[in-house]
Structure formats: C-alpha cells, structure tokens
C-alpha cells in the first residue's frame, strides 16, 4: 500500500475513535477503506509469539489503570447453583485456583437476586485468601419474560428493543442496586459487572441500520457505564465493566452502508465502540453445536477482535482485556459434558490466544440438587482436572 494511503488510514482509524456516543454514521466508510488491506494495519499482531502480542495488548502484568490481570481463569455461576452453599463454593474456586466469578444476579426470566452477590463479598472480605481475585456482578439484558420485560413490550420471543427508554432505566437501577452499597442491595462494591450477548437487537431484521443498532445498544451500555463511574467516585473502588459478545467475526455490508463486523450488523455489538465503555471483552467462543467450529475458531475470534479494536479505536487496544469464554457442554437442547480431550484442546487455544479463559457454567447436583444441571456436575471432576492444568 502506499505510504499516503497508509497514513490516511491511520488518520481514518484515530477518527472512527472517538469518546463514548460519538459513533459517526458514516463510520462504516471508514471500516472499509481500513478492512482493504488489514495485513498492513494490524501491525504484526499475528507475527511474533504469544507474548509479544500479550505485551502488545497489556496483558503481560497487572495494569491497576485498567484492571488487566497477569492471569484468568474464570467461571460463571447461576445464584441458584450457590444459595446456601456459598463457604464451600468458595473453597472450591480457590482449590481450582479460579481468579473471576462472574455471578448471575439478574436472569433471562427477569428475576433479580442479590443475596448470594451480598453473601460471596462478605465472605470475602473475612477471608481474603480463600477467594477468588474478583467477583462480578453478571447481569442479563434485554432477554427478561418478566413483568418489566412485558411493560416495555417485545420485539421478538421475549427481546426487549434497546431502544426502549424504560427499560434502560430498568437495567441501570438493577445494577446500581448490585455495586452501591449507599443506594442499592449490597454491603460492599464488587469488583465489576459483566454484561452478556443478551444485549443485543435480536437480528439485522429490527432496528433499521447497522449505524442504528450501534448507537441504541450504546446508549444502553452508557447508561450502565455511568452507573458503574458514578459508584466507583463515590466508593473510591475501581469497578470493572465487561461485555460478552457474540463471536461472529465475518465482515457484513451494511444496507445503510458501510462495513461492519457480522455481530455489530446483526446485533448492534460493533467490538470497537464496546472498546470505548468497557474494560473487558469476553466473546462466548461456545464452538459446539450451533457454531460446529474447531479450536483453533477461538483464537481467531480473539485475534479478529483485537484487530477491530486495533483498527477502528487504537488508543484503547492495550487497555481492554480480551478473554473467551468456553463451554462445558455440548448443547443447550440434549446437554452433554464436553470430552476432556475437547475441552484440553480448547483450553489450549484460549491460552495461546488470550492467556486467559473462562467457562460457562458452574452447577453440583450433588451440592446442591435444585439447580439446573440435567444431572451433570459442570465441570466434572475430569473437566476440572484438565482445566487445572
């Protein structure tokens, strides 16, 4: 490429950056002329070995800017997999050296519950040691069969439309009520809120153009973060906000035009304007079943983030972590455990892409038989065993 091409598309890259709920509509024309010739743009992050990208990203220490770990390994957690069992699940996660719980406070039925949230930071804090690094506060979005999913009104099965002021309001209050302690449920901070794919437009069908669907689920995202920066002045605790998008990574034209990546066109996820508000991303790389994918599918979906990210808001590429998410079954219809040898392989992948992964999801049968596990321990020992590696 020549040398004046490439220093338009720096100037292109460094203008489709802009502060949060700045997203040009005609950012797309910029994804374009940048995705023309991306082996030039993305500055080697293929090249060199896994640590060289990690530095390259800032991930190879703790960063207390951003809250960047030297390593992850996650998992998330249903409350109702934990009520009453809370001392010994925490036991647990320190056995298996897990560093993150992202746990569930807000779910697809719109129940919200904060006493296991409460329950876990308290125990914590009498027993640092014995638990894990951070303890999230994960929140469903605008999946919710409950009354203030139904008062805001559906735009397909029960997906409530980003753009519903509502609702927005609705999910800001959930989650002030999860992190502040002078105004909501909880007795002390989290360590952060983790957002998941059910934040979203349910496809390119609704919410006219790519540009469109961008900008309202931003808007929902805004709203989260200024909840998220309002406790973290007034708490003086650093609280992280992380986002798991949906890993589909293909380029998409868009009909109102411009370029985008598919999970920003058909759900209004655009991996760079997320750059912008959060501190993670956590793209859910489930390859089984409806993706069919092979493991090295998860680290492209980590590469091709980062080079989004890279492409379209630079400034922010070292400061955002990227980690995925693997499953530990097979399906969501006829579930079953994903093999040792599979999930190795995955666990494989995720290592050599990120440094860092977490596993979708904690349930005992044993421990506690009401919760949805369809008779499975997730992880099994077996699983465990691998992932303890």
Known sequence: MPRTSLLLLALLSLAACGAPGELDADAGDARQLARQDRGLAERGRDGGPTADRARERGVEGPRPDSGLPSAHKGIWAWSSSLRGQEPAFLAWLKQHAYTD??????????????????????LRAAAPAGAPTRIWAWVVGMSDSGPAGAAAGYLAGHLVSPDSASY??????????????????VKRVPDGVMLDDSFQWPSQAFGGSTAHRVQSLMAVVDALRAEVDA???????TILLGFAPHPEIGV??????????????????????????????VPETYRYGFYGQKPAWIGKVVQEIAKEIALECPARSALVAIYPALVLYTSDTSPSLVSVADLAADRAAALAAAGGYSVFRYASKSANPGARSDGFDWPSAAQSQTLDL
């Open 231 to 237: 406790t973290r002045q007034s708490t003086g605790k």
């Open 168 to 185: 927005r309001a609705h999910l800001a209050t959930t989650v002030r009520r999860a992190i502040d302690p002078a105004r909501g449920q």
């Open 101 to 122: 719980l992202f746990l569930l406070v807000k779910g697809t039925s719109g129940t919200i519950k904060y006493d296991v949230l409460d329950t876990l930071l308290a």
């Open 252 to 281: 998409q034209a868009s009909a109102g035009g411009g370029v985008y990546s598919y999970a920003a066109y058909a759900y209004g996820q655009d991996f760079g304007e997320l750059a912008k508000r959060c501190d993670w991303l």
